[in-house]
């Protein structure tokens, strides 16, 4: 049997020689790329992600994040998380072979008015057909399926995040025909399942008769003017919140700005977030990467993340745990996140952003995420690190300080089990 023929066989039916079918088929030219590719085409047509309704289950989705954490790992790290990530992918609830064959089999004519159409009607499995007669989705037809659905925060934003992020990994893996296929229809099934406009027709109604658009200019407020506005996101009702929120759009604020106080917001969020919600806190910083790499000028679209912010509980300040007193040591904070002292990782996290070595700190979370197995916290670790990657270039310092020491806290304290990664480990050795 080819490497090829066995590396798809795993992926149809796993076994206790998974990983080191993968070893094979990334050993081979072009194999990481391939790997890929064959582990999309291959498994989005069989999950079942009805069963997962309203939620999303996040194997796949995990997967650009690894590839956007890959400059900053070394090799033998980077392929652990990946093969990790795969796995999880390849274990996620099958459909029944009956409700296969339509998927596999089904591909409409490739148009947009079509596809709309779907959405707006609320028929997933016909939006993903339509998806699969789309000769070459490329990264505009993502960004559009984005616009569609930019106001709709059902299960917490997660569709534009896949419209953004498979739209990125369709790109990392050099446009693939079929492959795009897969993900492009993935993409349209979730926009068509039902919608939650909630929070956006609240933003609309308080922006009624002002033309607002939000200008994308990079962070320019004092750190008291933040602070101001991080007030508001985390103490305040919702109808107070976006009273305040969409007064200050209105007035100009630029869309450098709202990011930092969103993350900033976040970053508190995080900080108070319980243990058992530690993963589910750091989706929104997934949510707010998205809206860094789209920039959407709608301020409806920027109402909503400051909504998603303040959905999150806040504890009292003093309950909170607090940077311990520590050095700029990389190694020390990886340390610290791996044996669970949250409170000396934020402190070392710390003391790296103040030294001006924010990549060395972010480094040491992207290699912590890395030793947890992914079906542990459903991704979450390194969907968090991928995307603060993606924000900190856009972030004045303070916010930037803020999200890696959040992002240290909470990878310490919600550290799980490395047994699968051992396994790729020895794997890959043999």
């Not at 909170?320 to 610290?336: F, K, N, Q, T, W």
Request: aromatic content about 6%; glycine content about 8%.
């Amino acid at each position: 049997m080819s490497t090829e023929a066995h590396w798809l066989q795993e992926l149809e039916s796993p076994t206790e020689g998974f990983f080191g079918a993968l070893g094979d088929r990334l050993a081979g030219p072009d194999g990481l790329r391939d790997a890929i590719r064959d582990t999309v085409k291959t498994l989005i047509p069989r999950i079942d992600w009805e069963a997962y309704q309203p939620h999303l289950p996040h194997g796949l989705l995990g997967l650009r994040a690894v590839l956007r954490l890959q400059p900053l790992l070394e090799e033998a790290s980077f392929r652990r998380a990946l093969a990790t990530q795969i796995h999880m992918a390849a274990h996620e609830g099958r459909r029944s072979p009956q409700a296969l064959t339509p998927v596999l089999t089904a591909k409409g004519s490739g148009q947009w008015r079509n596809l709309d159409a779907y959405i707006q009607s609320r028929r997933p499995g016909l939006a993903y057909a339509e998806a699969q007669g789309f000769e070459l989705p490329g990264e505009e037809d993502f960004r559009r399926l984005g616009e569609r659905t930019a106001h709709d925060m059902a299960n917490v934003g997660h569709k534009a995040v896949v419209a953004d992020q498979f739209g990125d990994l369709q790109e990392r893996l050099d446009r693939p025909k079929a492959t795009g296929r897969r993900l492009f229809g993935l993409a349209a099934w979730l926009a068509a399942t039902p919608e939650d406009t909630f929070w956006s027709r609240r933003a609309a109604k308080r922006l009624a008769g002002s033309e607002v658009a939000v200008p994308w200019r990079e962070s320019v407020e004092d750190e008291a003017s933040l602070a101001a506005q991080v007030r508001d996101l985390c103490d305040e009702g919702l109808v107070a919140l976006l009273d305040r929120f969409t007064d200050r759009l209105k007035a100009g604020q630029g869309g450098g700005d709202v990011l930092a106080a969103l993350v900033l917001g976040a970053s508190e969020k995080q900080l108070d977030a319980r243990r058992d919600l530690e993963g589910k806190t750091a989706w929104t910083f997934a949510y707010l990467a998205t809206l860094a790499r789209t920039r959407p000028a709608d301020p409806r679209v920027w109402c909503q993340a400051a909504a998603l912010v303040n959905l999150f509980p806040t504890d009292e300040p003093e309950e909170r745990v607090r940077p311990a007193a520590a050095s700029a040591d990389r190694g020390a904070l990886l340390e610290a996140v791996l044996d669970v002292e949250p409170a000396q990782a934020m402190g070392h996290a710390r003391a790296l952003v103040l030294a001006g070595q924010d990549e060395s700190a972010l480094a040491a979370l992207a290699e912590a995420a890395t030793r947890n197995d992914p079906t542990f916290n459903h991704a979450h670790q390194v969907l968090a690190v991928a995307a603060a990657a993606d924000l900190l270039p856009h972030l004045p310092s303070v916010a930037r300080e803020a999200l890696l020491v959040a992002l240290a806290k909470s990878l310490a304290n919600s550290q799980g089990s490395g047994d699968l990664g051992r396994q790729a480990e020895r794997a890959f050795r043999s």
